[in-house]
């Protein structure tokens, strides 16, 4: 006879596993929901008594509330939670630094403690590395190298791309035959490719043996976009001694010891477009994979993945080279985390269009000194209209008012928060003289597509300022208005001012 299992009994007990998750309802909403990638299967609501199907809304909805259990997202079948989905098989966890004294690298030095074991040992002719070039302070640089002092001076991360791939074939041609190579998981990407696939010219052709070593990368900045942006701050590339990024924040360490701390998010405009499509935070194809994400200050994250990885890496903390320890799995949580917000970019990607306005009445054209952009997209049906006056009331949201360093501009973005892609839509920017308004300015978005970012930047009227006014139309009507006090902005400025 067939035992029947307690269904209220099964959910409870894997609630009580799932205790302290922070796979909650609202990252289901965020990752799969709001994004547009819900397959309306029901799983959420047929495995939590707090969920209903909305069928106004074609989506989830809760009725009571959410303990954070996880269940829901667990059972999606849109969620990324197995750990070789999120980070690629690896052999072994550790947690590591370098035991080498000269070596100042970023996060214990672990990449070049283990290059330098690699050479010395003879296990590699050369190494492929990027470097910062001597010319123009933080620009990456490519480079070849087979001593000791010469891999010593190219320690530390550089967060800008850099053509590696050019390097390797370059030590190829060169004669070298077993090759050292650090890349970010997109190079690591390319290097497979050439090495493994079945029409790849270093397997074909070159017949060269590489040791991969993968970066951790969330994020990668132009290196001009870097440049500009240290400069509005009134600070050089030159004056810069050491880069990091931590807690979703970039630090700007200088050389007289002072940091400049701004968060990632606020570099979005500089960030690497390629970015905004890669899913791998940790460099799953490569032998090694190092990073900081839950180690230490100090100590970097390994994942030896291969056996030449396993192997070179435990006989370099024999040698003495590294020091290593087993990494606590309480701590790999942290990389899982890490990992999925990359991996649920496949769905949520977001493009920016930023908008620099110039006055405008009653017809767009672009003004002397300012351009207009207007977004051009394909309109498609998009299913689902929203119309309740309380639910377009939160489809856009409004973040990062400010006013420009030198105080002559507005700034501020505007996110499509709806889930579904916006048609025809008109935005107005405004200035306000008690009940009329002045100096417009209009643009059309024909396709404003879901969790797409527009960035606007409005000049300030000088004479009797007041106040400005932000309006969003579709078709149905006003979707959003938003007062604009200068004298709130000022007062914002003139504390953060007194604050450093």
Sequence with gaps: ????????????????????????FGRLMREVVNSGVCTHCGACVATCDFLIWDEVAERPKLV????????????????????????????SAYTGRSLIPEIKGQDGGVVTALLLYALEKKLIDCAVVTAKSTEEPWKPVVKIVTTREELLKTSGSVYSHSQTLIGLIDAIKQGYHSIGFVGTPCNIDAVYKMWKAPFGLVRLYMRANILAIGLFCMDSFSYEGLRSFLELNKISMSDIEKMTIKKGKMQF??????????????????????????TDLTSENADISVGSVGSPEGYSTILARTGIGLEILLDAAEAGYIELQPMPRSKMKWVFNLARMKKAQQYTVRTRRRFILGYEEPTPTPPPGGELIEAKGEIKDTGTIIKDAAAR??????????????????????????????????????????????????????????????????????????EYL?????????????????????AKLEKAKQSK
């Design 253 to 278: 360490i200088q050389k007289n010891g002072e940091i400049l701390e701004v968060k990632v998010h606020d570099l979005d405009r500089y960030r690497s477009s390629s970015c905004q499509f890669c």
């Design 1 to 24: 006879m067939t035992e029947r299992v307690e269904i209220k009994d099964t959910f409870g007990e894997l609630q009580e596993r799932l205790k302290g998750s922070k796979d909650s």
């Design 393 to 466: 009331t939160k489809m856009i949201k409004f973040s990062n008012l400010n006013l420009s360093s030198d105080q002559k501009e507005i700034e501020f973005k505007l996110i499509n928060n709806s889930g579904n892609s916006l048609e025809n839509i008109t935005v107005k920017i405004s200035h306000i003289t008690e009940f009329f308004e002045d100096h417009k300015w209009f643009t059309n978005i024909d396709v404003w597509y879901p969790f797409e970012e527009l960035e606007f930047s409005y000049p300030r009227v000088k004479e009797n300022e007041n």
């Design 64 to 91: 009571g509330k959410c303990t954070g259990c996880g269940v829901c997202y667990v059972q999606c079948p849109r969620t990324i939670i197995a750990p070789r989905d999120l980070i690629g098989r690896y052999q």
């Design 470 to 490: 932000c309006e969003i139309k579709d078709r149905f009507g006003t979707i959003f208005t938003r007062k604009i006090e200068i004298k709130k902005l000022l």
